[in-house]
């Protein structure tokens, strides 16, 4: 358990470096443009409230900017809301359902995601950058692949004379 808390941090701390490289560098954004555009707004819409607990995302963002940025993870990830976020049983969506208290920081998940979105942003800032033609940035999907323990890499075996 210990292991997919840890998986889960760093997926979600590359994602977020991955956010923060994206959103202060325009070129890097191009290289991104081959993840999949999100639902068009009629089909899913919601109000998004400014965010109140941002630590490692611009305080900038928008709740719907923050939104879509949380939506991207989950897709890395292979994850959900509750994976990171509380539930405040004491408030109810206009479905009836319980909403989530996303400024709520008990999770050790929602720790973990944020020291993974610094490191990724570290490793975009330090490494990748610093490379020329290095190509797309590190994000959670690059270890992950849409799983929220990342697969352990087997090498392929060596060619035969």
């Known amino acids: ?9 760093l997926a979600s701390a590359i994602a977020l470096a991955s ?25 899913h819409h919601h109000d998004h409230p400014a965010p109140t ?4 995302l ?12 949380m939506e991207t993870w989950q897709g ?3 994850t959900r809301c509750k994976t990171c976020h509380v539930v405040d ?3 109810t969506g206009p479905n009836g359902q319980p909403v989530f208290d996303y400024a709520d920081d008990s999770k050790d998940e929602k720790k973990t995601a944020r020291v993974m979105v610094k490191m ?9 950058a610093k490379i020329d033609s290095s190509g797309e940035p590190v994000t959670c999907g690059t270890c992950h692949r ?3 323990g990342p697969e352990p890499f087997a090498p392929p075996p060596p060619p035969a004379n």
């Open 19 to 43: 956010v923060i490289l994206i959103l202060n560098r325009p070129s890097v954004f191009a290289a991104q443009a081959a993840q999949p555009a999100p639902p068009p707004a009629a089909a």
């Open 53 to 56: 607990n941002l630590k490692v």
């Open 120 to 128: 990724v942003e570290e490793i975009n800032t330090n490494y990748i």
């Open 1 to 9: 358990m210990r292991f997919f808390r840890i998986a889960l941090a």
């Open 89 to 91: 049983k004491s408030k």
């Open 146 to 148: 849409g799983h929220l």
């Open 58 to 69: 611009p305080r900038s963002l928008s709740g719907q900017q923050v939104h879509e940025i």
């Open 76 to 78: 890395q990830l292979g």
